[in-house]
C-alpha cells in the first residue's frame, strides 16, 4: 500500500528516474516499468534541447496519465508547467522552493539534498518531499556516498517523505526501506535491466513492504 505523506497528491511509492542522454528509448522504459509497478516517475533530461525536453515530457505525461502514474520533471520548473507534470524535483542550485510553489500552485515540489543541514532547510523552505543521496557510489549521481546511516538520522529529524537515491539496487533496497526511507529512486537497476518490467515488479513489490 503506497503511504499518502503530503499536502500535495504525492504518495511515497516505487520512483523511477528516466534520462534520455542515458537511456534514449525511455519512453519505452517508462511503458515497460509502470506495468511493473512504478508510482513515480521523473524525467531528467540536462543536455537535451528545450523543445525535444518539451515533446518528450508531453509523451511522458500522456503515458503517466492514462495509468495514473506520478510524474516530475527534474529542474524545469517551466517545462513541467508547459506539460502539465504533477511535480518538479529542484537541485540546490536551481529555481528557490518558494518561488516554485507560486508557479506550480498546487502542485509537488521535491528537492536533492546531501545532508541533515539541507534536509531541514528544504523542510523548512516548503518542500513536500526531499531525494537524499546518493546512498551508494553511482555514476548517475555525484557527490561522496552518504551510507545507510543518513537515512535514520535524517528520517528522526524531518516529517516529509524521504526518497532515497544513490546505487540502489534489489540487493539492497530492503535495507534502506528499514533505515527509514519512504520511497527508492533508481535509475540503471531498471533502465539498464535486460526486462524493465521484471525489474521493476521486484523493486516494487519492496518498496510496498
Known amino acids: 500500500m503506497i503511504k499518502e505523506l503530503s499536502k500535495t497528491s504525492f504518495k511515497a511509492g516505487f520512483y523511477l528516474i528516466v534520462c534520455p542522454e542515458i537511456t534514449p528509448n525511455c519512453v519505452k522504459i517508462v511503458q515497460e516499468a509502470i506495468k511493473g509497478g512504478a508510482e513515480i516517475v521523473q524525467l531528467r533530461a540536462k543536455e537535451m534541447a528545450d523543445d ?72 523548512k523552505e516548503g518542500a513536500d518531499y526531499i531525494g537524499l543521496g546518493p546512498i551508494f557510489h553511482t555514476e548517475t549521481k555525484q557527490g561522496k556516498a552518504l551510507g545507510i546511516e543518513m537515512i535514520t538520522r535524517v528520517k528522526k529529524a524531518i516529517k516529509i517523505p524521504i526518497v532515497a537515491i544513490g546505487g540502489i539496487n534489489k540487493n539492497n533496497a530492503e535495507g534502506i526501506l528499514k533505515a527509514g526511507a519512504d520511497s527508492i529512486a533508481v535509475v540503471s537497476a531498471v533502465c539498464n535491466a535486460k526486462n524493465v518490467k521484471k525489474a521493476a515488479q521486484e523493486l516494487a513489490s519492496l518498496n510496498r513492504l
Open 52 to 123: 525535444k525536453v518539451f515533446a518528450l515530457a508531453k509523451r511522458i505525461r500522456a503515458i503517466t496519465k492514462e495509468t495514473g502514474v506520478f510524474f516530475i520533471i527534474n529542474d524545469r520548473v517551466d517545462i513541467a508547467l508547459a506539460a502539465d507534470a504533477d511535480g518538479v524535483h529542484l537541485g540546490q542550485d536551481d529555481l528557490p522552493i518558494k518561488a516554485a510553489k507560486q508557479l506550480l500552485e498546487g502542485k509537488t515540489i521535491g528537492i536533492s539534498t546531501h545532508s541533515l543541514k539541507e534536509a531541514l532547510k528544504a523542510q
